[in-house]
């Protein structure tokens, strides 16, 4: 998207182009050979994940001095998107990593901090959890139980954490505390736990409806003990980090949710083509070419919600609710969209010899991840001056 001279160009630049040709063809040539099969079994693909790093993906909108590939925010949807369009358990293991793990480091650490976790982490040596959601904390984030108290230097921490996208793998993990239980807003703050830490340790691995080829598990702290600058930012501003990191979080799970739509879309076009009933394509039938019709006029729609929010994000400008608008429309265009897409494949649909079963399996997580449709109402909601005042 370019601008100048106060016009509005709905184009995409060359530098975006290129992100979009290289991530196709990566996807195209080396993740769908094996898509269905590590969906069958859950294999985590660290090979994949390897050359995927090799590439700059796994850092692509960190500054190039924090160790990242220093693109803008649009060129990260662009990847995101090219990926899950292909595999939506690749693209979330991006997702999670860049958005949230080496986005709170890049917009809260310490130049030691930093020079520690994010320049492997943007380089693709290690990835990076982020650890909010709790068995009594979901989309009520203040609701956070596990505690973390100084005691002789250090902070020590007690609780546990659910459905942690690569937290098993992570070589840190950021975690969500209560540091003053009296402090209101204030109660909350962000504490780095790097992976081996004594008291430290992965629970339950789970088995997932969909992107199960992309790890979540429960962490567990008990007396897990880290040194006093592990913490990040400054103490009890953890509700603010949250925001301001899932701001972009949901800019890529936007993305995401776009990739899985345009596959379901174009598995669906295809086949209609291909499928004869009645003598012709059932794409020939208004009741498919209308279905077909409103399924690309929505990827598209949602597509341009996100890059837009995407490009707000790279000028600066406050985009709280244009990101939600986008996640919220975007995800519910993948559902849709896979729905649409069974339908059109009718029986076949609801098999494993074509892939829609896949995608419409993946795309319920983007219903529920980064803030469910409803909380993402709510968000909308108030940044409108409507709804509920929470103070």
Same mark, same amino acid.
């Given at each position: ?25 990566? *996807? ?50 662009i990847l995101v998107e090219e990926i *899950?369009?292909?595999?939506?358990? /690749? ?41 909010? /959601?709790?068995?009594? *904390? ?51 703050? /962000? ?21 199960r080829a992309s790890e979540t598990v ?33 800019? *890529? ?8 739509? $345009? ?13 004869? $009933? ?18 690309? /006029? ?44 069974? $339908? ?41 001056g409507l709804g509920e005042d929470r103070?």
């Amino acid at each position: 998207m370019k601008g100048g001279r106060g016009e509005v160009e709905f184009e995409l630049g060359p530098e975006h182009k290129q992100i979009r040709d290289l991530a196709r063809e990566f *996807a195209e040539k080396e993740l769908a050979p094996g898509a269905a099969e590590r969906d069958r079994t859950g294999e985590y693909p660290q090979e994949l994940i390897d050359k995927m790093a090799a590439l700059g993906f796994f850092g692509l909108p960190i500054p190039e001095e924090e160790g990242g590939a220093g693109a803008d925010y649009v060129s990260y949807a662009i990847l995101v998107e090219e990926i *899950a369009r292909v595999c939506a358990s /690749t693209a979330l293991t991006i997702a999670a990593h860049t958005s949230l793990g080496c986005g709170a480091l890049h917009l809260f650490g310490t130049p030691a901090q930093k020079e520690r976790w994010l320049h492997p982490a943007a380089r693709g040596e290690m990835l990076l959890g982020f650890g909010l /959601t709790e068995p009594w *904390a979901g989309s009520d984030a203040g609701a956070v139980r596990t505690r973390a108290r100084l005691e002789d230097g250090e902070w020590v921490i007690d609780g546990s954490k659910i459905f942690i996208t690569s937290g098993g793998r992570a070589g840190a993990v950021i975690v969500a505390a209560v540091t003053d239980p009296e402090g209101g807003r204030r109660r909350i703050s /962000t504490i780095i736990v790097p992976r081996g830490t004594p008291g430290f340790r992965v629970g339950s691995i789970f088995d997932k409806l969909g992107v199960r080829a992309s790890e979540t598990v429960e962490l567990v702290f008990e007396g897990c003990r880290v040194p006093a600058d592990h913490l990040l930012g400054e103490r009890g501003r953890g509700l603010a980090q949250f925001l301001a990191v899932l701001d972009g979080g949901r800019i *890529a799970i936007g993305a995401l949710s776009v990739g899985v739509a $345009q596959a379901c879309y174009d598995a669906a076009s295809r086949y209609a083509r291909e499928r004869y $009933q009645f003598g012709r394509p059932i794409a020939a039938f208004q009741a498919i070419s209308f279905r077909l019709a409103d399924m690309a /006029t929505r990827i598209e729609l949602a597509r341009w919600a996100v890059y837009r929010a995407a490009w707000m994000r790279d000028r600066g400008i406050p985009h709280t609710k244009e990101a939600a608008m986008a996640k919220l429309f975007a995800s519910e265009t993948a559902m849709d969209a896979a729905r649409d897409a069974v $339908q059109i494949h009718g029986g076949y649909g609801y098999t494993k010899e074509y892939p829609v079963e896949r995608y419409f399996r993946d795309a319920k997580l983007l219903e529920i991840g980064e803030g469910t449709s409803e909380v993402l109402r709510m968000v909308i909601a108030r940044q409108l001056g409507l709804g509920e005042d929470r103070g």
